[in-house]
C-alpha cells in the first residue's frame, strides 16, 4: 500500500555534499514524522534526522551544523541536504515514515525504504 523510495546516494569525496531525497507513495493521507536513518557495517542503524508535520527538527549530535533535513508534505517527500561529508558517515542511508494514515483511515506505525548506499572516500 505504501512505498518509501529513497535517491540521491553515490561516492562523493571528503567536504563535498549530497541530497537525499525520500519519496512515499500509496495511498498516503498524511505521515506524522519522517526521518533518516543509517547503517555502518558492524554497527547498529542509527538515527540521522527526523521532522514531523509541525517542522520542528531533531539531529543527531555527529551531523550537527553540516546536515539539514526538510520535507514537502504535499508530496509526502523527505530531503536530507549533507554538506561537508566525512568518511565516517559512510553508510546505507534508510528512510522511515511514522505515523502513517492511509486514505481508507488506517493508521500504521512505520514504514521503512530499502535505502540508499552514501560513501565518502577519496
Known amino acids: 500500500q505504501v512505498q518509501l523510495v529513497e535517491s540521491g546516494g553515490g561516492l562523493v569525496q571528503p567536504g563535498g555534499s549530497l541530497r537525499l531525497s525520500c519519496v512515499a507513495s500509496g495511498s498516503i493521507s498524511s505521515i506524522n514524522t519522517m526521518g533518516w536513518y543509517r547503517q555502518s557495517p558492524g554497527k547498529e542503524r542509527e538515527l540521522v534526522a527526523s521532522i514531523p508535520r509541525s517542522g520542528s527538527t531533531n539531529y543527531a549530535d555527529s551531523v550537527k551544523g553540516r546536515f539539514t533535513i526538510s520535507r514537502d508534505n504535499a508530496k509526502n517527500t523527505v530531503y536530507l541536504q549533507m554538506n561537508s561529508l566525512k568518511s565516517e558517515d559512510t553508510a546505507v542511508y534508510y528512510c522511515?515514515?511514522?505515523?502513517?494514515?492511509?486514505?481508507?483511515?488506517?493508521?500504521?506505525?512505520?514504514?521503512w525504504g530499502k535505502g540508499t548506499l552514501v560513501t565518502v572516500s577519496s
Open positions: 522511515k515514515a511514522t505515523g502513517v494514515v492511509l486514505i481508507t483511515g488506517n493508521y500504521i506505525m512505520n514504514y
